[in-house]
Protein backbone atom coordinates (compact mmCIF):
# COMPACT_ATOMS: atom_id res chain seq x y z
CA UNK A 1 0.00 0.00 0.00
CA UNK A 2 1.31 3.49 -1.19
CA UNK A 3 2.17 5.96 1.96
CA UNK A 4 1.29 8.91 -0.56
CA UNK A 5 -1.60 10.75 0.09
CA UNK A 6 -4.88 10.67 -2.75
CA UNK A 7 -3.34 12.90 -5.47
CA UNK A 8 -6.02 15.53 -7.35
CA UNK A 9 -4.40 15.68 -10.75
CA UNK A 10 -6.16 19.55 -12.57
CA UNK A 11 -5.77 18.58 -16.51
CA UNK A 12 -7.04 20.05 -19.73
CA UNK A 13 -5.79 20.01 -23.12
CA UNK A 14 -1.69 19.85 -22.86
CA UNK A 15 -0.67 16.02 -22.90
CA UNK A 16 3.10 16.38 -23.25
CA UNK A 17 3.32 18.11 -20.17
CA UNK A 18 0.36 16.21 -18.46
CA UNK A 19 2.92 12.88 -19.17
CA UNK A 20 5.46 14.70 -17.30
CA UNK A 21 3.37 15.08 -14.62
CA UNK A 22 2.11 11.63 -14.68
CA UNK A 23 6.15 10.71 -14.46
CA UNK A 24 6.86 12.25 -11.17
CA UNK A 25 3.58 10.56 -9.56
CA UNK A 26 4.99 7.16 -10.54
CA UNK A 27 7.90 7.67 -8.22
CA UNK A 28 5.35 8.46 -5.45
CA UNK A 29 3.17 5.88 -6.70
CA UNK A 30 -0.11 7.40 -5.45
CA UNK A 31 -2.91 4.24 -4.81
CA UNK A 32 -5.32 6.89 -5.44
CA UNK A 33 -5.28 9.19 -8.88
CA UNK A 34 -8.49 11.53 -8.79
CA UNK A 35 -8.25 13.32 -11.99
CA UNK A 36 -10.12 16.50 -12.70
CA UNK A 37 -10.45 17.60 -16.81
CA UNK A 38 -12.30 20.29 -18.21
CA UNK A 39 -14.07 19.62 -21.87
CA UNK A 40 -13.16 21.14 -25.12
CA UNK A 41 -14.57 24.56 -26.14
CA UNK A 42 -17.34 25.21 -28.64
CA UNK A 43 -16.20 25.58 -32.25
CA UNK A 44 -12.35 25.40 -30.96
CA UNK A 45 -10.86 23.11 -33.87
CA UNK A 46 -8.43 20.83 -32.21
CA UNK A 47 -9.54 21.25 -28.59
CA UNK A 48 -12.01 17.75 -28.59
CA UNK A 49 -8.33 15.69 -29.85
CA UNK A 50 -6.19 17.89 -27.35
CA UNK A 51 -8.31 17.00 -24.65
CA UNK A 52 -8.73 13.47 -25.30
CA UNK A 53 -4.65 13.20 -26.04
CA UNK A 54 -4.14 14.88 -21.99
CA UNK A 55 -6.58 12.27 -20.51
CA UNK A 56 -5.23 9.42 -22.11
CA UNK A 57 -1.92 11.02 -20.77
CA UNK A 58 -3.34 11.08 -17.56
CA UNK A 59 -4.41 7.51 -17.80
CA UNK A 60 -1.64 5.88 -18.52
CA UNK A 61 -0.62 4.43 -14.70
CA UNK A 62 1.26 1.06 -14.85
CA UNK A 63 1.47 0.69 -10.84
CA UNK A 64 -1.81 -0.45 -8.76
CA UNK A 65 -3.98 2.78 -8.34
CA UNK A 66 -7.72 3.44 -7.91
CA UNK A 67 -8.69 6.33 -10.95
CA UNK A 68 -11.36 8.53 -10.33
CA UNK A 69 -12.64 10.88 -13.35
CA UNK A 70 -13.56 13.56 -12.71
CA UNK A 71 -14.34 14.80 -16.22
CA UNK A 72 -16.65 18.04 -18.21
CA UNK A 73 -18.37 17.07 -21.37
CA UNK A 74 -18.18 20.52 -22.09
CA UNK A 75 -16.14 23.45 -21.79
CA UNK A 76 -16.91 24.99 -17.55
CA UNK A 77 -13.51 27.53 -17.92
CA UNK A 78 -10.83 27.22 -15.25
CA UNK A 79 -12.73 29.01 -11.94
CA UNK A 80 -15.23 26.74 -12.12
CA UNK A 81 -13.36 23.70 -13.52
CA UNK A 82 -11.17 23.33 -10.46
CA UNK A 83 -13.70 24.65 -8.10
CA UNK A 84 -16.37 22.10 -8.95
CA UNK A 85 -13.60 19.74 -9.10
CA UNK A 86 -11.83 20.14 -6.50
CA UNK A 87 -15.32 20.18 -3.69
CA UNK A 88 -16.26 16.64 -5.48
CA UNK A 89 -12.87 14.95 -4.66
CA UNK A 90 -13.11 16.42 -0.90
CA UNK A 91 -16.59 14.37 -0.89
CA UNK A 92 -14.52 10.65 -1.66
CA UNK A 93 -11.35 11.46 0.66
CA UNK A 94 -10.75 13.64 3.54
CA UNK A 95 -6.81 15.19 2.21
CA UNK A 96 -5.06 15.30 -0.80
CA UNK A 97 -2.40 16.75 -3.04
CA UNK A 98 -3.19 18.92 -5.84
CA UNK A 99 -0.64 19.01 -8.70
CA UNK A 100 -1.66 20.65 -11.91
CA UNK A 101 -0.71 19.61 -15.39
CA UNK A 102 2.07 22.39 -15.59
CA UNK A 103 3.80 21.44 -12.26
CA UNK A 104 6.32 19.03 -12.08
CA UNK A 105 6.79 17.99 -8.22
CA UNK A 106 10.13 17.03 -6.74
CA UNK A 107 10.03 13.11 -5.76
CA UNK A 108 10.70 14.81 -2.00
CA UNK A 109 7.06 16.66 -2.71
CA UNK A 110 5.23 13.67 -1.50
CA UNK A 111 6.47 12.54 1.69
CA UNK A 112 6.92 16.69 2.55
CA UNK A 113 3.03 16.78 1.54
CA UNK A 114 2.14 13.31 3.52
CA UNK A 115 4.39 14.36 6.57
CA UNK A 116 2.47 17.49 6.80
CA UNK A 117 -0.91 16.75 6.23
CA UNK A 118 -0.57 14.70 8.82
CA UNK A 119 1.11 16.55 11.60
CA UNK A 120 -1.66 19.45 11.30
CA UNK A 121 -4.27 17.62 10.22
CA UNK A 122 -6.68 18.57 13.19
CA UNK A 123 -4.69 22.60 13.28
CA UNK A 124 -7.27 25.01 12.23
CA UNK A 125 -4.50 27.34 12.13
CA UNK A 126 -2.49 25.77 8.77
CA UNK A 127 -5.08 26.01 6.11
CA UNK A 128 -2.44 24.26 3.08
CA UNK A 129 0.84 22.79 2.33
CA UNK A 130 2.86 24.07 -0.47
CA UNK A 131 5.81 22.93 -2.55
CA UNK A 132 6.82 26.50 -3.11
CA UNK A 133 9.71 28.12 -1.80
CA UNK A 134 10.10 31.89 -3.79
CA UNK A 135 12.78 32.87 -1.13
CA UNK A 136 15.74 31.35 -3.10
CA UNK A 137 16.80 28.63 -0.85
CA UNK A 138 17.05 31.53 1.74
CA UNK A 139 19.27 30.08 4.82
CA UNK A 140 16.56 29.01 7.53
CA UNK A 141 16.88 26.34 10.73
CA UNK A 142 13.95 24.13 10.05
CA UNK A 143 12.74 22.64 6.79
CA UNK A 144 9.59 24.86 6.37
CA UNK A 145 8.00 28.08 7.28
CA UNK A 146 4.64 29.01 7.12
CA UNK A 147 3.21 31.98 5.00
CA UNK A 148 -0.14 34.11 4.22
CA UNK A 149 0.54 33.47 0.83
CA UNK A 150 -1.28 29.55 -0.17
CA UNK A 151 0.96 29.07 -2.79
CA UNK A 152 -0.77 26.61 -5.32
CA UNK A 153 1.92 25.28 -7.66
CA UNK A 154 1.84 21.30 -6.23
CA UNK A 155 -0.12 22.25 -3.24
CA UNK A 156 -1.85 20.02 -0.57
CA UNK A 157 -4.99 19.99 1.93
CA UNK A 158 -7.65 19.11 4.00
CA UNK A 159 -11.50 18.55 3.16
CA UNK A 160 -11.85 20.68 6.46
CA UNK A 161 -9.79 23.33 5.20
CA UNK A 162 -11.42 23.57 1.77
CA UNK A 163 -14.97 23.80 2.64
CA UNK A 164 -13.87 27.11 3.95
CA UNK A 165 -13.92 28.36 0.04
CA UNK A 166 -15.41 30.96 -0.87
CA UNK A 167 -16.08 31.60 -4.34
CA UNK A 168 -18.78 33.94 -4.71
CA UNK A 169 -16.50 36.44 -2.17
CA UNK A 170 -19.96 37.65 -1.21
CA UNK A 171 -18.51 39.73 1.88
CA UNK A 172 -15.49 41.60 -0.44
CA UNK A 173 -17.55 45.17 -1.39
CA UNK A 174 -18.14 45.50 2.21
CA UNK A 175 -14.02 44.31 3.34
CA UNK A 176 -12.77 46.50 0.78
CA UNK A 177 -13.86 49.70 2.43
CA UNK A 178 -13.07 48.62 6.08
CA UNK A 179 -9.82 48.95 6.10
CA UNK A 180 -9.50 44.70 6.62
CA UNK A 181 -6.59 44.21 4.02
CA UNK A 182 -4.06 47.13 5.75
CA UNK A 183 -4.40 45.97 9.08
CA UNK A 184 -4.26 41.89 7.68
CA UNK A 185 -1.25 42.69 5.42
CA UNK A 186 0.68 45.37 7.66
CA UNK A 187 1.77 47.40 4.56
CA UNK A 188 -1.12 49.62 2.74
CA UNK A 189 1.20 49.10 -0.69
CA UNK A 190 0.63 45.31 -0.26
CA UNK A 191 -3.47 45.98 0.19
CA UNK A 192 -3.66 49.10 -2.56
CA UNK A 193 -2.13 45.75 -4.64
CA UNK A 194 -4.43 42.36 -3.33
CA UNK A 195 -7.53 45.46 -3.69
CA UNK A 196 -7.22 45.72 -7.16
CA UNK A 197 -6.70 41.84 -7.79
CA UNK A 198 -9.79 40.79 -5.52
CA UNK A 199 -11.74 43.79 -7.16
CA UNK A 200 -11.10 42.66 -10.67
CA UNK A 201 -11.55 38.84 -9.62
CA UNK A 202 -15.20 39.85 -7.65
CA UNK A 203 -16.00 41.11 -11.11
CA UNK A 204 -15.07 38.30 -13.01
CA UNK A 205 -12.53 40.26 -15.10
CA UNK A 206 -10.25 37.36 -13.59
CA UNK A 207 -11.34 33.74 -14.13
CA UNK A 208 -9.35 32.69 -10.86
CA UNK A 209 -9.88 30.07 -8.53
CA UNK A 210 -6.65 30.65 -6.75
CA UNK A 211 -7.08 34.33 -5.65
CA UNK A 212 -10.47 33.33 -4.39
CA UNK A 213 -8.68 30.90 -2.40
CA UNK A 214 -6.50 33.84 -1.25
CA UNK A 215 -8.89 35.44 0.05
CA UNK A 216 -10.88 32.08 1.76
CA UNK A 217 -7.39 31.55 3.65
CA UNK A 218 -7.14 35.40 4.77
CA UNK A 219 -10.82 35.36 5.79
CA UNK A 220 -10.08 32.21 8.29
CA UNK A 221 -6.63 33.81 9.01
CA UNK A 222 -5.28 30.95 7.76
CA UNK A 223 -1.53 29.69 7.27
CA UNK A 224 0.38 28.03 4.48
CA UNK A 225 3.57 25.33 4.89
CA UNK A 226 6.04 26.86 2.40
CA UNK A 227 9.50 24.69 2.56
CA UNK A 228 12.53 25.90 2.74
CA UNK A 229 14.11 24.92 -0.95
CA UNK A 230 11.61 24.97 -3.74
CA UNK A 231 10.34 21.40 -4.49
CA UNK A 232 7.89 22.31 -7.50
CA UNK A 233 8.74 23.42 -11.11
CA UNK A 234 6.33 25.05 -13.16
CA UNK A 235 6.69 24.62 -17.05
CA UNK A 236 3.55 26.36 -17.89
CA UNK A 237 5.38 29.53 -18.27
CA UNK A 238 5.01 30.76 -22.21
CA UNK A 239 3.71 27.40 -23.07
CA UNK A 240 0.62 27.10 -25.69
CA UNK A 241 -2.93 27.20 -23.45
CA UNK A 242 -1.23 28.30 -20.24
CA UNK A 243 -2.52 31.06 -18.10
CA UNK A 244 1.02 31.96 -17.15
CA UNK A 245 2.22 33.16 -20.01
CA UNK A 246 5.44 35.61 -18.70
CA UNK A 247 7.99 33.45 -20.05
CA UNK A 248 10.79 35.78 -19.01
CA UNK A 249 9.88 35.31 -15.45
CA UNK A 250 12.41 34.63 -12.72
CA UNK A 251 9.76 31.80 -11.65
CA UNK A 252 9.08 29.84 -14.77
CA UNK A 253 10.89 26.79 -14.41
CA UNK A 254 12.49 27.82 -11.16
CA UNK A 255 14.66 24.64 -10.17
CA UNK A 256 13.23 22.02 -7.46
CA UNK A 257 15.42 19.99 -4.65
CA UNK A 258 15.55 17.41 -2.62
CA UNK A 259 14.64 17.76 1.12
CA UNK A 260 16.35 15.47 3.66
CA UNK A 261 14.24 13.57 6.66
CA UNK A 262 13.19 13.87 9.06
CA UNK A 263 12.12 17.12 8.56
CA UNK A 264 12.87 20.37 10.96
CA UNK A 265 9.81 21.05 12.47
CA UNK A 266 9.35 25.08 13.23
CA UNK A 267 9.30 26.06 16.81
CA UNK A 268 6.05 27.71 16.42
CA UNK A 269 3.29 27.74 14.07
CA UNK A 270 3.18 32.05 13.11
CA UNK A 271 3.66 33.39 9.87
CA UNK A 272 7.55 34.46 8.59
CA UNK A 273 6.48 38.30 8.41
CA UNK A 274 9.69 39.26 6.49
CA UNK A 275 9.96 36.47 4.16
CA UNK A 276 6.13 37.21 3.07
CA UNK A 277 7.58 41.25 3.01
CA UNK A 278 9.88 40.06 0.08
CA UNK A 279 7.61 37.67 -1.76
CA UNK A 280 5.20 40.44 -1.99
CA UNK A 281 8.02 42.91 -3.20
CA UNK A 282 9.52 40.00 -5.90
CA UNK A 283 6.62 37.78 -6.71
CA UNK A 284 3.21 40.04 -6.80
CA UNK A 285 4.46 43.62 -7.34
CA UNK A 286 7.96 43.81 -8.20
CA UNK A 287 9.45 47.21 -9.60
CA UNK A 288 9.99 48.39 -12.95
CA UNK A 289 14.10 48.11 -12.56
CA UNK A 290 12.59 44.54 -11.25
CA UNK A 291 10.75 43.31 -14.38
CA UNK A 292 13.65 44.84 -16.54
CA UNK A 293 16.23 42.88 -14.57
CA UNK A 294 14.44 40.00 -15.76
CA UNK A 295 13.60 40.73 -19.06
CA UNK A 296 17.55 41.37 -20.25
CA UNK A 297 18.57 38.02 -17.79
CA UNK A 298 16.49 35.98 -20.34
CA UNK A 299 18.00 37.67 -23.27
CA UNK A 300 21.36 36.89 -22.04
CA UNK A 301 20.76 33.52 -21.50
CA UNK A 302 18.85 33.26 -25.11
CA UNK A 303 22.34 34.41 -26.83
CA UNK A 304 24.49 32.71 -24.60
CA UNK A 305 22.31 29.21 -25.83
CA UNK A 306 22.74 30.99 -29.11
CA UNK A 307 24.88 28.69 -31.94
Given at each position: MSDTPPVILLIYRRPAETALVRAALRAARPSHLMIVADGPRAGCPGDPEAVAAARAAAEAIDWPCQITRIYADS????????ESGITTAFQLVERAIIIEDDCVPAPS???????????YADDSRVMAISGDDFQGGRPTPA????SRYPHCWGWATWRRAWRHYDGP????????TSGWLAQYLGSRHAARYWRRVF????????DSWAYRWTYSCWRRNGLTALPARNLVSNIGFGAKGAHTTAAHNPFAA???????FPLHHPSRVTCDTRADARTQATLYNPSLAQRAAWRIARLLRIRRSAP
Open positions: NMGLRNRVFFPFCAELLERSYRFMANWPTLRDQVYAGQVMRSYPTS
